[in-house]
């Protein structure tokens, strides 16, 4: 459940200017790590907010954690499915998929020189897990009962209920190993310095950039194809277009505004400045919510009139530039189980005569004000300018009086939580390609939407059945199901599905590698041409 207050509604390619830490430090020292070609410089305008993998649940930490530190699996280039990486094998040991059973490869080593054995992956699950850090990954393990290590190279699994998903979660950055001589047990590490075994090591990170060299200890499947990664931290979308044009980075990934990605896309040769335009998979998601509680969206009438007016063509046509594609259902496409559900229910064009009949059969005759609540600073630069069109497709009917009202992160997060806000924006960026991750955490125990929506079908029975279920494609039936029930009750409405991008000056290879439904950005793809 990743980033439960770090929703990004906004395309990948759309900046999203995060806060920094103020940090300092050294990584250790890998002088002697030998990469090949040459070193590579990104610039983007996310920023990390944590380099502890233990704190970290937001997409600048989790570009560091992946390719600082080792977990037990990872996702392959271009693959949804886990394989080994630090681990020689694992595997869930009963039918119930609540023993997951993993070998560790032999002579692993952090980049300090340290051993990695199981006390050292027993110690990183069981610190997450004690630290809770509220902006941390702890969330993702509430089925882990315990931790145990027969043998240095072996480490069992214990889960409290059934989760055949475990294997997804330890190969996202929620599973980075560290050294346990390296980390405190019981309180975060503020120096902002990072020891793991991964492909690279943070040599040097600031306020500006953090400088990545290749780990000469690391053992593990990437084969790196460059000398080292420095990524350049931008306050803005401009500045970022104007480095990346200007040749003061390599590439640009995370931070362009829709409208220059969709400007050089369709640009001529000469007017892309010496640069490429390379797009990806992305199952980064946008939703419209709505308070079961409040007094107008609370109204199955009300939502399905919104369901019916819904134009998402125009909205990512004129709004995203076409930096995103309409969304159909609560699992996007490219995700086992992917529908059209809200396609089938309500159309792809809006319907004013069926969203009239709506409205009058839960008794309004009138124009129904509704207020949708979105803020600027999080979401990225194009939130707001979709619930203005939003709110001007629901006026152009006739039956809604709509408005938008924008107010800062902090005020947005204090309004949901209050249930002041009857209908607002969600967005989520998944921590792993299973569609698991795109229902427990919105209709399930606990859920992030605070929206008061609840479906004992969908909590009760199809969600712990799909849970225990490891092969992942005979669940395909259970969430097409339940997509059809969230059409049919309409507590969200998915809006838009977003694409990844990356903005490189010629002579820079590798990055369809790194733009996939995994969300892993495999520095090690990467690679540049002597004379780029």
Known sequence: MRKRDQWLAAPIGAGLTTALLALAGCGTDDSGAAGHGEPVVMGTTDGVKATDPAAGYDPGSWLLFNNVFQSLLSFPKGGTTPEPEAAKSCDFTDAGSKVYRCTLKDGLKF??????????VKFSFDRTKRIKDKNGPAVMFSALDKVETPDAKTVVFRLKAADATFPMKIASGAGSIVDHTQYPADRLRTDGKAVGSGVYTLKDYSRDQAAFGVNGSYKGPA????????????????????????????LAYRGLAMKDIAHLGNASLKQQHGTQVIEGGSAEVMHLVFNLKDPVAGKLGVRKAVAYLLDRSTLVRDVYQRTAEPLYSVVPAGITGHSTSFF????????????????????????????????????????????????QQLNASGLFDAKVRSVPTEDYDKGVSDGRFGVYVRGWVPDYPDPDNFTQPFFGKDSVLANHYSSPEISGRLLPKTADQQDRGATKTDFRALQDIVAKDVPVIPIWQGKQYAVARNGVSGLEWTLDASTVFRFWEISKAADA
Not at 226 to 248: C, E, H, I, P
């Open 111 to 120: 980049s300090n020189g340290d051993p990695l054995t199981s006390k050292d």
């Open 223 to 250: 084969k790196v194809k460059n000398s080292g990664m420095t990524v350049k931290f931008f306050r803005s979308s401009d500045k970022l277009k104007k480095a990346v044009q200007g040749g003061d980075v390599d």
């Open 344 to 391: 089938n229910a309500y159309g792809d064009r809006p319907q004013p005569e069926k969203a009239k009949q709506a409205l009058r059969a839960a008794g309004f005759d009138r124009k129904v004000p509704l207020t949708l609540w979105a803020t600027p600073d999080r979401f990225g630069p194009g939130t707001v300018a979709a619930f203005e069109e939003i709110a």
